[in-house]
């Protein structure tokens, strides 16, 4: 089984930049989606940027020219650069996989394995 563990979040001052990266340990299927979703109290969760195996890429408008989805397939690791960063991108974020993925998408009932989360705080 595919597992996921985040790393990279804390506390960063507005304008500031993190890098979050999630490592995929166990067998990752070539044809796969993977992204970035974050959730603030109070909120649903929502997409933030995901990629697929080929490297198609999609974004939300709040993440659009601020945040930069990546992966290095070869040690199975996804992550997201976020720079000018503000206080409403507090949140958990959380990363997501699935197999046998079509093309990505930032809906997330379309993930069906989940990260255990990092806390990003932007202040």
């Known amino acids: 089984d595919v597992q996921l563990v985040e790393s990279g979040g804390g506390s960063v001052q507005a304008g500031g930049s993190l890098r979050l990266s999630c490592a995929a340990s166990?067998?990752?299927?070539?044809?796969?989606?993977m992204g970035w979703f974050r959730q603030a109290p109070g909120k649903e969760r929502e997409g933030v940027a995901v990629?697929?195996?080929?490297?198609?890429?999609s974004y939300a408008d709040t993440a659009k020219g601020r945040f930069i989805i990546s992966q290095d397939n070869a040690k199975n690791t996804l992550y997201l650069q976020m720079n000018s960063l503000k206080p409403e991108d507090t949140a958990v974020y959380y990363c997501?996989?699935?197999?046998?993925?079509?093309?990505?998408?930032?809906?997330?009932?379309?993930?069906?394995?989940w990260g255990q989360g990092t806390q990003v705080t932007v202040s």
């Open positions: 997501a996989y699935e197999s046998g993925c079509q093309q990505p998408t930032l809906n997330k009932v379309a993930y069906t394995l």
């Open positions: 990629i697929d195996w080929d490297g198609t890429t």
């Open positions: 166990g067998y990752t299927y070539s044809s796969h989606c």
